[in-house]
């Protein structure tokens, strides 16, 4: 008889199907170790970049800090009487515009969250030795005579400060400059919304020998990290923010410059003589120009701002991985000790909670970026 076969036997479909899955199977764990060291790695990648980016940003303003205003006889003014568009700052009688300090730099802490750290310094000015008036400032008045002119120009802020204690200071901004009589106007106006109508008669009177800064545009910005999510408790995406133009009505306008950055942490870095175990040396003197002391107590007066030469800054970076716990339903251990950071005894990173079994914030890792930044303008400032 002739023999056919027709197609394969039940035995052999199955056989065939078998060994099909295991390959799938393996390649498709094969795919998902791939992935998961792919997006491991990017997280680390974009970690390591955002950590570094964001030192970077803060690091380069701090080199500016005091530039045009780091004068010994200004420094310890307290806050500055200023006015903008209608409003007075808070330290004025009735004042709704926020208080601004005469100060490089202010790190503002609070428990349980990111350090504020806020930048000053001058722009555009092309005077940077003050004026000094030559007369009596008429209260109100709108007019300067100092003992010259040159470097001021129309637009400009300057800043009154008083040349004995009470060390008062007061921003204006001029509308004319009168060469030959040796004169600064501030008149109000459009033109001059930093000028109050009057001349500004709940501002202090200046006299003889007070000292007129030229400030030209003053930069004043502020690095804070900020939530995504405000009422998120735990695993929380962050970003650091910076508030450009504070010299505004309503605080000036929010930029969120990168993304998970979960904590920012500063120091300032005295030369006051005082060991309080954060610098290791063998001596310990005030005014050699040698950092004794990190902390982040704000100085109070003149002397001691001038006693801040660095500031010590850290940066908490979280990798965007998210890592599940090795048993389905058990807490996250890809984090369950808190990063630590040089001034941790003094400003430990708290804006995270790895110690908690339960927190989200232990399913990812952490990159610590720190550094030390000289304050170039206050170690050069006048004495």
């Not at 470097?151 to 200071?169: H, I, K, M, W, Y």
């Not at 009177?205 to 405000?230: E, Q, R």
């Not at 009422?231 to 998970?260: E, F, H, K, M």
């Not at 400003?347 to 989200?360: G, H, K, L, Y």
């Amino acid at each position: 008889m002739k023999r056919t076969q027709h197609g394969m036997t039940l035995v052999e479909v199955l056989v065939a199907v078998a060994i099909g899955l295991i390959g799938i199977l393996i390649i498709t764990q094969a795919y998902l170790a791939s992935d998961s060291y792919n997006r491991s790695t990017l997280g680390e990648g974009g970690a390591q970049t955002n950590g570094t980016i964001a030192l970077y940003t803060v690091q380069r303003d701090l080199r500016m800090a005091g530039y045009g205003m780091a004068d010994s006889r200004a420094l310890g003014c307290g806050n500055i009487n200023w006015y903008y568009n209608g409003a007075y700052s808070a330290n004025i009688s009735g004042g709704s515009l926020p208080n601004l300090t005469l100060a490089p730099v202010m790190i503002t802490t609070a428990a349980g969250a990111p350090d504020t750290i806020t930048v000053m310094y001058s722009s555009d000015a092309n005077r940077m030795v003050p004026g000094t008036l030559t007369q009596p400032m008429p209260s109100p008045s709108a007019e300067l005579n100092v003992d010259g002119t040159a470097g001021f120009e129309v637009g400009d802020l300057v800043l009154l400060v008083s040349n004995a204690a009470p060390v008062t200071c007061t921003l204006e901004q001029i509308t004319t400059v009168q060469a030959s009589a040796a004169k600064i106007q501030h008149n109000p106006g459009g033109s001059a919304p930093y000028n109050p109508p009057g001349g500004g008669s709940q501002f202090p009177a200046y006299g003889t020998n007070d000292l007129v800064f030229d400030l030209g545009n003053p930069i004043v910005h502020s690095y804070s990290v900020v939530k995504t999510d405000a009422t998120c408790t735990s695993g929380c995406q962050a970003s650091l923010r910076l508030t450009d133009a504070v010299l505004q009505s309503g605080g000036g306008t929010p930029y969120d410059l990168l993304d998970g950055i979960v904590d920012l942490k500063a120091q300032y870095g005295k030369d006051n003589g005082v060991n309080n175990g954060t610098v290791s040396q063998t001596t310990y003197t005030a005014n050699d120009g040698i950092i004794d002391s990190y902390d982040s107590t704000t100085p109070a007066t003149s002397a001691e701002w001038q006693q801040v030469i660095a500031v010590r800054l850290a940066v908490l970076s979280r990798v965007g991985n998210y890592e599940k716990p090795a048993t389905p339903g058990a807490n996250c251990t890809a984090t369950t000790a808190m990063p630590t950071w040089s001034g941790s005894s003094g400003s430990p990173f708290n804006a995270i909670d790895v110690t908690t079994a339960s927190s989200q914030d232990r399913c990812y890792k952490y990159r610590v970026f720190e550094t030390v930044v000289p304050l170039r303008n206050m170690i050069w400032r006048v004495s």
